[in-house]
């Protein structure tokens, strides 16, 4: 879905008027009028706050051009609701909400993670222990968080 089909039914869903939506948005209903006839497209400032003023994720605003992907431990976030917020109630898209709550990172360390992986992730080969650590060790040293 394009992003002035994706503002239109954000505004249809919540029941407001283009005067409504550009009230909240804190532009014109004109500048609604022109996002959801695909002639012009929301500033990246106007973007956040549609972000939080709606609950959705800048990058689905946007279409969801990019699959994002925790960073510290590498799930996919698929879903606005897995996706981690600061303090202030704004979406953190580089981290999973298990990851990073409350403006804080969870894991304090590589190893706590790996401790909390190899305990919680299913073994149906029964690969060893060791042989586990090293391989999402592997993985999460790939991720941005563990650079």
Known sequence: MEMHEILKNLRLRNGLTQEEMA?????????????????TQPST???????????????TLLGSPRML????????LSEDDMIS??????FNEDYC????????????????LLDFLVAHIPNPE??????RRRQFAAHLSTLRHWL
């Open 23 to 39: 009230e909240r948005a804190i532009v014109t209903r004109q500048a609604v009028s022109r996002w959801e006839n695909g002639e």
């Open 45 to 59: 400032d106007t973007l956040k706050i549609l972000s939080k003023e709606f609950n959705v994720s800048v990058n």
């Open 69 to 76: 992907f925790c960073q510290c431990c590498g799930m996919p």
């Open 85 to 90: 917020r600061e303090p202030d109630g704004t």
């Open 97 to 112: 909400k298990w990851c990073y709550a409350d403006g804080r990172f969870v894991y304090l360390s590589m190893d706590s």
């Open 126 to 131: 029964k690969i060893p222990e060791e042989d």
